[in-house]
């Protein structure tokens, strides 16, 4: 009778979720229906059953284990009820999310005796209907049926073998899912690109290196845009009253080393607004010109609605890998303001269009280049979060320097195509914070300090508590105004996702990925 009843939840979750819902994810804040939670990217529910007050009651309510080598990275989703995760190797899974029980398996068949560059780590799906979409790490695009895990198609995005994967969760937006590749150590020409929901068919594919001859091609030296990088391995976020996609690229190619690759390499490290129906460029921003450092700009592009200078206006926020918290305009990517928010020590600051303000000295060389931040950024991947009620942006801080090696290498399709660096600078020892942070004057609120760089991101609740989590396992409450630690519990792993919430039956979950398991948490009933 339960396996009925799971089914039939799954049933009407295929005729329902629809583009409607997905643009009013805000309305539905016991679901989690998209890898950010709504295509904001503000990572904030206003459910408040977990509040400052009983979080310290939190229990674990049940655990799923994938069964599958590797860490969790990726955020699952909850509708209605049924829950929907991919886990490493390419294997993903439906749960009831009232006991965490297993309702379908799906196992994608690997390639044997290849390469995987990107490794085997997936970030999660995305729905629309009764289909379900998730990337392989040999670079396919996959669609499976949300009642039974079925495969319905399967399309190739790129050739595994010349390096490309992919990890992302894939966005849905209309009838189209779009995602980006990853590979931007192996010498890779990085995309993204649009796909029929139904058929599979691509409908746009924008190149983040453009050709000589197109706009952005002069920024390449000679014939280097062929192996330019500019991967794309993180989701993007969308404006549905603007139709305008947001979505960053990574580092150029060959990484760490750019005397064959002079100018400034566009695309890289920048963020591209697109036309989600055609895939053209509206406008775009780069935060590190010729990158030498492998600063990917694949942070949350989170997009707000807040005064500037006593003006209503339409932002897009990003903590950049770079050291630097960035407030551009995001209906004409205008620069508005830029400020160091970690120890840096490579630019000046920013000039009046953004651009950095380098040091001399600071790129790799023979003899070693100490900087600050070190090769995984002042902040990664990990989601931010901003609270509507504080008007605080909240996100994990990393504190961690490197020396930088230049080492020439020699592109071999399918290799790795990079310089080399030292991992570790003794005298600056590596730390991390989670930190409360006014997103327009980026005056630091509160900080909350950790032993270790973190590499896992925050969420908001209204119950005003901030869940975040560190390597030493530990996923702890926040009190949102002021960071005071209200409670915490080890999970017995290095923790890399982001929690969510949701509700279902009358009650509030935090879940949260650790090692090879998915844990929810809640209050215990009364």
């Known amino acids: 009778m339960r396996w009925t009843m799971a089914l039939i939840a799954t049933a009407a979750l295929a005729q329902d979720v629809t ?41 674990v309510d049940w655990i799923f284990q994938t069964g599958q080598p590797g860490e ?25 999310a009232r006991s965490g029980r297993q309702l379908w398996r799906y196992s994608y068949p690997l390639p044997k005796n290849e390469l995987l560059a990107n490794g085997t780590v997936n970030r999660g799906f ?70 029929d929901a139904r058929t599979g068919k691509q409908a746009w594919q924008f190149y983040t290196i453009p050709a000589k001859g197109e706009k952005g091609g002069e920024t390449w030296l000679d014939d280097s845009w062929q192996r330019g990088g500019g991967p794309a391995w993180m989701t993007g976020t969308y404006d549905p009253q603007l139709n305008t996609l947001y979505w960053s690229v990574g580092n150029p190619g060959p990484d760490l080393f750019g005397d064959v690759r002079q100018g400034d ?4 490290c920048s963020v591209l607004a697109l036309d989600p129906n055609t895939g053209k460029l509206k406008w775009h921003f780069q935060f590190t010109p010729h990158d030498t450092h492998d600063w990917d700009a694949n942070q949350t592009n989170m997009l707000v609605d807040m005064n500037y200078k006593g003006q209503p206006r339409k932002l897009l926020l990003q903590a950049n890998r770079n050291g630097f918290h960035y407030v551009l305009d995001r209906v004409t990517g205008e620069f508005l303001s830029g400020k160091a928010f970690a120890p840096q020590t490579w630019a000046v600051g920013l000039d009046e269009k953004g651009r950095p303000i380098e040091k001399p000295g600071t790129r790799p060389s023979k003899e070693g280049t100490p900087v600050c931040p070190g090769l995984a950024g002042a902040t990664n991947w990990m989601a931010p979060a901003l609270n509507p009620e504080t008007g605080f942006f909240y996100f994990a801080v990393r504190n961690q320097c490197d020396v930088f090696y230049e080492a020439p290498p020699v592109y071999v399709a399918g290799k790795a195509y990079w310089g080399s660096v030292f991992r570790g600078w003794s005298e600056k020892r590596e730390s991390g914070s989670v930190k409360a942070m006014d997103p327009i004057s980026t005056d630091t609120k509160w900080e909350f300090p950790l032993a270790k760089a973190p590499w896992s991101g925050v969420l908001s609740t209204g119950g005003q508590v901030i869940f975040a989590t560190d390597l030493d396992g530990y996923i702890m409450a926040l009190e949102s105004k002021t960071g005071a630690l209200l409670w915490k519990f080890n999970l017995g792993y290095s923790l890399k996702s982001s929690p969510i919430t949701w509700e279902v039956g009358g009650r509030q979950y935090i879940t949260m990925g650790a090692g090879s398991s998915v844990v929810s948490f809640a209050l215990p009933k009364p």
């Open 126 to 195: 995305a729905v629309l209907g009764n289909q379900l979409f998730m990337v392989t790490p040999d670079c396919h695009l996959l669609s499976l049926d949300a009642r039974t895990g079925e495969l319905l198609w399967n399309v190739t995005m790129e050739d595994n073998k010349k390096g490309y994967g992919a990890t992302l969760a894939p966005l849905v937006v209309g009838d189209k899912v779009i995602a980006g590749v990853g590979g931007g150590e192996y010498g890779i020409r990085g995309f993204i690109a649009a796909y």
């Open 265 to 268: 390499n566009l695309y890289t």
């Open 19 to 59: 583009f409607d819902r997905l643009k009013n994810a805000l309305k539905e804040q016991q679901n989690w229906m998209t890898y950010h939670g709504d295509y904001s990217g503000q990572r904030h529910r206003t459910l408040k059953q977990i509040n400052s007050t009983n979080v310290k009651d939190l229990r």
């Open 72 to 96: 969790f990275q990726g955020t699952p989703l909850v509708v209605d009820g049924v829950m929907y995760l991919t886990a490493a190797n390419g294997v993903a899974f439906a749960l009831d």
